[in-house]
Each structure stands twice: as structure tokens, then as C-alpha cells.
């Protein structure tokens, strides 16, 4: 019932839906804008296509900037293409605060692949968003998915320490560090050390990679669940030479393999889901919050009377919400 | 909003990348999304890159003197593939005479060195 209005109203998304299903290079192209550029339109086409989701491999690529991504993405595509699996790749550079302008380089390193119909590579700018992702790369996702490509790989911008939301987007999590970015204790803290499902030595040949694996090996073997005799899943590579990437693929696909096996991953999925329907929960209410613009101008106003100390900061959010609640009832 | 995107490829041999990369980087400044790829790239590159990246526009740069046959080529490939919506512009060491044959052959605006980043941004915001 739904499906047929937005036919009516929408032919437009109807058109793009059905090209992007039959994998249309250009129609998956004029989708990836919609979803970047206009949120009601894109609501509707996720709507249309959602059916046809659910059937690739995402794979998370993050890690600090320069330590080697894009090019270890390059790297896992040709793998990926020597099995026939059809590739593709949402790389995400970051906006600038300031211009809103962004310099989208990642795809440099993979253009080796540009003109291969089994490889599909979209650059995107993280507009705003501030945990290594763009508002869109979830969308994204699930047209690639309708699209029938087989794997999906999502690189990250170059993160830091705590920019971790791509755990929600993927079925597996690759950090990327190189040697020379500190010391053992900068791989027990919070935040990205924990959402490796495995980790990269990228730069092997460089001082320090050695070290560096023994001290994220150490580190992990301090985690709860973690037993004597494991399996390590810290793989050294050389993304320049290509050296220890066959060994990074096969460690990813022994991964893939084992968690759809022992059920981990569909956890991981319901995970996620509900992950997503909180992110559209908050994005969704803080819009209707917004929605009149009169909300800036009163907290314009809001900031110097709490610089005044004639309220508190709580007070103000305090009354506001019971307004809200009041107009709707 | 839409963003313009804008992609900055460099076909032919040459190596001499810094105008490419200084005009990618203003235009980042600008306030667009700018994709970068790197030198030599081939037309059915970038003309692949720019239909997948769905940019506005395409910007050229080139400074070994094959810019009589790859801008063309690019332009060609992308009416073949149906993109001919997308604004393809130059730039680089191409002699004035060559303007108008490049021109007829569809490349919107060339920019020599000593363009001003003006000019190029008033030459996008101009284009629809």
C-alpha cells in the first residue's frame, strides 16, 4: 500500500529504486546523493529498496589518519575481486568546520580499480558528524546492499580516540594503527582499542612494529573472555608492498565465517538495529525541536540570562521540555 | 542542501601536479566537496570516478600538451555513457589557440596559469 503511493508521488524514487536493484552504475550514484542531500526523498527510497537488503558483508576500515587505510582498502578490493566478490566502498574525509568545503582524497589510493564494473567507490564528506562517519553512510550501506554488491567496506575518517560509531554500521571492525604512535598504555584505554575485531600493524617494516603488536597483544590478553592459547588477531602488513595482506584477508573472512556460524554476528545485527532506531529516535526529536526556528533565538536569549545567574542552564531545558509536552498533548 | 561536488583529475603523463592540487584545495576553501585522484589517469577513469562520485563538475588539469585529445575524449565518453549533464572545465599549459577547439568540443572554461581561484569559483556558481 505503501510502495504504490510513493509510485504515484515519487516517480522519481521509483525510477532510481528500480535501477539501483538491477545495479545501475548511475542510478546507485543519484541515490547515494539523495540520501546525501534530501532526507525526506531519501526516507522513501530506503523504504523501497529495504526489502532487498540484509545480504552483503560490511566490513569497518578505521584508525588514525595516515596510518594507512585507503591503501589497505585498495589492497583488500583486489582480494575481494580475485574471488569474484563485487566490491564497494564508502570513503569518508572529513568537512571543514569552517567552509564547509571538504577535500575528499581517499579514492586516490584505489584508483587502480576505477574502471573495474565490479568495484564501485563513493567518497563522501562527514558534514558535521563527528564519529568518523557521515549522517548518510548508514543509508549508503543499505542501497550497496540492494545494489547486490557482496561486500561493503566503509573507511572511516582518520580517527582518534573515541570516534567509534562505525561498530553500529559494520559486521566487523579493522584498526589500523602504525608504529610510533605511543606507548603500551595508549592500547589499554577506552574508546577505539575496544572495537577492533582485528587489529592492523600497518608500516611492518618500520621501527617499532614488532613492539608495537606485542604491546596490543598484551593488551587484549588482559580483556574478560580472552583465553591462554587464543588465536591472535593482530595481523603485521605492508600496505606499499602488499606484504601480510593476504594474511589480513584470510583472517577477515575466517572472522565473517565464524560469526555467522556461532550466531554472534545476528546478535550483532539486532545490536545494531536497535542502535539505529535510537539514532533516528534522537534525530527525529530534536528535529521537531528545532523544527520552528524559534528555538535558536530563545536560547540566544537563554545564554545571557544564564551568564546572568538569573536561571541555570537545567532550569531553562527544564522548562522548555514541559512547554513541549503541554503543546502536545 | 546539494553540496556542489567537484572532481579535480589530471589525465596524460605529466607529472606536475601543484596546480591540480592547489586549485582542489581552493575549492575546498570555496566550500565544495572536492574529489581528488591523483595524476595520470586515463579518461575512462575519470570519467568512471566522476559518474560514480556523481559530481557537477569535472576539472582538467594538464601540462604536457595532449590536451587536444584527452579533454575531448572525456567529454566524448561521458555523452556516451549518458552523463553529458556533468560541466567539464580545464586547466594548465594550453595555448590560446586551442581555446576555441576545445571549446567546440564541448570543455566549458579553460584556466591558464595566473587564474585567479576568483574566476573559476564565478565560473561555477555561474553554471546551472
Keep these: ?329 | 542542501m546539494a553540496k556542489k561536488r567537484i572532481l579535480i583529475a589530471k589525465p596524460g603523463l605529466d607529472g606536475h601536479d601543484r596546480g591540480a592540487k592547489y586549485v582542489a584545495r581552493a575549492l575546498k576553501d570555496a566550500g565544495y566537496e572536492v574529489i581528488y585522484t591523483g595524476i595520470r589517469q586515463t579518461p575512462e577513469a575519470i570519467v568512471s570516478t566522476a559518474i560514480q562520485e556523481d559530481v557537477d563538475f569535472i576539472g582538467l588539469s594538464l601540462l604536457s600538451g595532449a590536451h587536444n585529445e584527452l579533454f575531448p575524449r572525456v567529454v566524448e565518453l561521458l555523452d556516451n555513457k549518458g552523463a553529458e549533464d556533468i560541466i567539464v572545465f580545464g586547466g594548465g599549459v594550453i595555448p590560446i589557440d586551442d581555446f576555441d577547439y576545445l571549446k567546440s568540443k564541448g570543455v566549458k572554461a579553460i584556466f591558464t596559469p595566473g587564474a585567479q581561484i576568483k574566476d573559476i569559483i564565478d565560473f561555477i556558481e555561474l553554471q546551472n
Design chain 1, 1 to 329: 500500500m505503501i510502495n504504490c503511493c510513493i509510485r504515484k508521488i515519487f516517480p522519481e524514487i521509483e525510477n532510481l529504486s528500480n535501477g539501483l536493484i538491477k545495479g545501475d552504475t548511475r542510478s546507485i550514484a543519484k541515490a547515494l546523493s539523495v540520501v546525501e542531500n534530501c532526507r525526506d526523498k531519501g526516507e522513501l527510497l530506503i523504504n523501497r529498496i529495504f526489502l532487498e537488503t540484509g545480504k552483503s558483508s560490511v566490513w569497518g576500515v578505521t584508525g588514525p589518519p595516515g596510518s594507512g587505510k585507503s591503501s589497505l582498502v585498495d589492497k583488500l578490493i583486489e582480494k575481494e575481486r580475485s574471488l569474484s566478490r563485487k566490491v564497494a566502498v564508502i570513503a569518508v574525509d572529513p568537512t571543514s568546520p569552517f567552509s564547509g568545503g571538504a577535500l575528499l582524497g581517499d579514492r586516490l589510493r584505489m584508483q587502480s580499480h576505477a574502471t573495474d564494473p565490479g568495484v564501485f567507490i563513493r567518497s563522501m564528506a562527514s558534514r558535521g558528524r563527528l564519529g568518523g562517519l557521515s549522517n548518510a553512510s548508514f543509508d549508503a550501506v543499505k542501497i550497496f546492499d540492494a545494489a547486490g554488491f557482496n561486500t561493503v567496506i566503509i573507511e572511516t575518517v582518520g580517527v582518534g580516540q573515541s570516534e567509534i560509531e562505525i561498530v553500529e554500521l559494520s559486521d566487523l571492525v579493522i584498526l589500523v594503527l602504525a608504529p610510533g604512535m605511543g606507548d603500551d598504555i595508549q592500547a589499554m584505554k577506552a574508546g577505539i582499542m575496544e572495537i577492533g575485531d582485528i587489529f592492523v600493524v600497518n608500516k611492518k617494516d618500520k621501527d617499532g612494529a614488532e613492539k608495537m603488536k606485542t604491546e596490543i597483544e598484551y593488551a587484549l590478553s588482559l580483556k574478560e573472555g580472552h583465553h591462554k592459547g587464543d588465536r591472535s588477531n593482530v595481523v603485521m602488513t605492508s600496505a606499499k608492498s602488499g606484504e601480510g595482506t593476504d594474511m589480513l584477508h584470510r583472517e577477515i573472512c575466517d572472522q565473517v565465517k565464524l560469526s555467522s556460524s556461532s550466531g554472534g554476528l545476528r546478535e550483532r545485527k539486532l545490536r545494531n538495529t536497535k542502535k539505529e532506531i535510537e539514532r533516528i529516535f534522537n534525530m527525529k526529536i530534536s528535529e521537531l525541536f528545532y523544527e520552528k526556528g524559534v528555538m535558536s533565538s530563545k536560547i540566544e536569549q537563554a545564554a545571557v540570562e544564564i551568564q546572568n545567574k538569573s536561571m541555570s542552564p537545567y532550569e531553562f531545558v527544564g522548562k522548555e521540555i514541559s512547554l513541549f509536552k503541554g503543546a502536545n498533548k
